[in-house]
């Protein structure tokens, strides 16, 4: 064991939640070790071994770290280069009725390890409380939106309409898929257990003269106390550094959908569609004032590329790890595991807020939808004349010619688009010159788009969210505030 402390992270200071920092912090890691030493003994001491209750009771009684403790543990970790052995001797200090009995029969990874597989799995049920608020939130934006009409963009080009709600339902989706795949993993954590130093058992095996029936039931009581319905079948020295790769992926994935939802949003700001939220005493730039950068989702951009390379450390550790064990996972992972946590923390925090602010202009929704529309409107105005009595193939090359005189007022002169004033002006369609209006409606061209929002969110969305673990989280969940 590495005889150094990279628990906790530099994210953590500043930007994390209290409750995914306190969880990596180096106070709850000592504190967790100390929990599972106290499992242990009660364990042993359950089926026999010669513990003494006051062991026990110094032991629970001393399970949180003062500073004087972690002094003193530093000035051990400093002579014995081993922090397990460190703390060892740190709690036996204040805890000498059971000094001779902690980590009886273990190896450092029966306190390292399954430490690790409690904080996952606790840091995943933050998570997954974290991302049902962000998904209540856009859902709410997206049912306040349902049918506001707004251009599709295909290729970034202007497409068919859709509407503000339809899209973020996009997002949502995505989101669902997110939440889906973090209970899965969540749920999927077991515990190391009692496994000794290659995996064998053979040190709790000698405790135990030889007991098969013990070792296994101590195995199952330590499980139990430690709060997990079971322990992997099979270890190494370790548990599989797979895990690391199942706890990490659906945490990358989220990266992914993260980066694409606060993407779309730095687009529209440019666009000046919608925006993230902008405090009124915010500078956006230190030499043009008039600036409104979208720097939250250009924050959860940054983090989320952070978080999604931290994948490839849990996969590269995984594939190197020689035979029973090897130590080259120790460093890598002490970083790599809170840095990931607290960065999904942070990503969620900040999409939270952004969620929960976002402004929509419709008026400059409206008038970019003006200046395409009457292209995408051709087809139904040559349908009307068609209706009317006129010939399709004729009404087309009008339209064709009006449409590139059009085209040329835009791009080349740089003017408003009037291909529907020229509609207007010429003859020819005096047939449908009152239908125009409502041929023109973005209403009728955003197809089912609002009733596709209304659906998503009562067959999809609800009852994803109606889970009672989420609906506790939900109902205690006020807005994100962010430091900056």
């Given amino acids: 064991m590495e005889a150094f402390d990279t628990y906790q992270t530099p994210l953590s200071s500043r930007y994390a939640s209290k409750e995914m920092a ?6 709850n890691r000592f504190h967790t070790w100390r929990k599972l030493w106290l499992n242990l003994a009660i364990a042993e001491k359950q089926l026999g071994l010669p513990i003494s209750d006051e062991a ?48 009886l029969g273990a190896t450092s990874c029966y306190v390292t390890d399954n430490a690790d597989l409690i904080f996952i799995r606790e840091a995943l049920t933050l998570l997954i409380n974290k991302l049902a608020i962000v998904i209540d939130r856009f859902s709410k934006f997206a049912q306040e939106y349902r049918d506001l009409p707004t251009l599709g963009f295909t290729h970034f080009q202007p497409a068919q309409l859709t509407t503000v709600g339809k899209r973020a339902t996009l997002w949502l989706q995505e989101l669902l898929w997110d939440l889906r795949n973090l209970k899965r993993a969540r749920d999927d954590i077991g515990f190391r257990g ?23 039931e101590l195995d199952k009581l330590v499980t139990s106390l430690s709060g997990f319905s079971y322990a992997y079948p099979v270890t190494s020295q370790t548990y599989s550094r797979k895990i690391d790769i199942d706890a990490l992926a659906p945490l990358a994935s989220f990266g992914a959908t993260a980066h694409k939802v606060a993407t779309d949003l730095r687009l529209l700001a440019n666009l000046k569609e919608v925006e993230e939220p902008f405090e009124s005493t915010q500078i956006g730039s230190s030499a043009m004032a008039y600036k409104r950068n979208p720097m939250r989702s250009e924050r959860i951009c940054s983090l989320s590329r952070h978080l999604m390379v931290l994948h490839q450390n849990a996969l590269m550790t995984a594939s190197v ?4 064990r090897t130590l080259d996972d120790s460093a890598n992972r002490r970083i790599t595991l809170p840095e990931a946590f607290l960065t999904a923390d942070i990503v969620l925090t900040t999409l939270q807020n952004v969620s929960e602010g976002l402004v929509v202009y419709p008026k400059v929704i409206a008038r970019r939808i003006s200046q395409e529309l009457p292209f995408m409107a051709t087809e139904n105005i040559i349908m009307a004349i068609v209706k009317a009595g006129g010939d399709r193939q004729e009404a087309h090359e009008k339209i064709r010619v009006l449409s590139h005189e059009a085209a040329h007022q835009v791009k080349q002169l740089g003017l408003e688009n009037d291909l529907i004033d020229r509609v207007k002006a010429d003859p020819y369609f005096d047939p449908i010159k009152g239908q125009l209006v409502d041929l023109l409606d973005p209403r009728s061209f955003i197809g089912r788009a609002p009733e596709q929002v209304d659906k998503f969110l009562a067959e999809w969305v609800q009852p994803a969210l109606s889970d009672n673990e989420l609906q506790a989280g939900l109902a205690k969940g006020g807005k994100a505030e962010l430091n900056v």
């Fill in 22 to 27: 306190h969880l990596f912090s180096s106070a």
């Fill in 194 to 216: 009692v496994k000794g130093t290659t995996g064998t058992q053979a040190s709790f095996l000698t405790l135990f003269d030889g007991d098969h029936d013990k070792v296994e």
């Fill in 56 to 103: 026990i009771e110094q032991m629970k009684a001393n399970l949180h770290l003062d500073a004087e403790q972690f002094d003193i543990a530093a000035v051990e970790e400093k002579k014995r280069r081993h922090d397990v052995m460190a703390h060892v001797h740190t709690f036996g200090q204040v805890a000498p009725a059971a000094a001779g009995i902690i980590h």
């Fill in 321 to 324: 790890q020689w035979f029973e």
